[in-house]
Nanobody, 125 residues
Framework: QVQLVESGGGLVQVGGSLRLSCAAS????????MAWFRQYPGKVREFVAA????????YYADSVKGRFTISRDNAKNTVYLQMNSLKPEDTAVYYC??????????????????WGQGTQVTVSS
């Protein structure tokens, strides 16, 4: 089992940047596919970005492509989400997730076994 703890959320103005971090503990981090999802009130979690175990294969939702960057540091057991050019519609709770068994990163939240507690991102206009 792996434990995930997100940090880095907060309030930012339109066009600003934030970097989210997700620290993992408990198991070998490099064994896990990692992803970021976000959730709006009353909605299901929405895929944002995902990384293969090595970080060599990266996937993004169309809504964030070109603005967000997912990266991971396996030596630090951490996955990051750099968010630039933020928009009001990026306001959500952001979650990191880990998948131990998959062969490649999934865009489906049910593929992920472990989740962090979430961190709020608010973009003000």
């Amino acid at each position: 089992q792996v434990q995930l703890v997100e940090s880095g959320g907060g309030l930012v103005q339109v066009g600003g940047s934030l970097r989210l971090s997700c620290a993992a503990s408990g198991r070998t981090f490099s064994n896990y596919l990692m992803a970021w999802f976000r959730q709006y009130p009353g909605k299901v979690r929405e895929f944002v970005a995902a990384s293969s175990r090595s970080g060599g294969n990266i996937y993004y939702a169309d809504s964030v492509k070109g603005r967000f960057t997912i990266s991971r540091d396996n030596a630090k057991n951490t996955v990051y989400l750099q968010m630039n050019s933020l928009k009001p519609e990026d306001t959500a709770v952001y979650y990191c997730a880990a998948d131990r068994r998959g062969l490649s990163p999934s865009r489906t939240y049910s593929s992920y076994d472990y989740w962090g507690q979430g961190t709020q991102v608010t973009v003000s206009s």
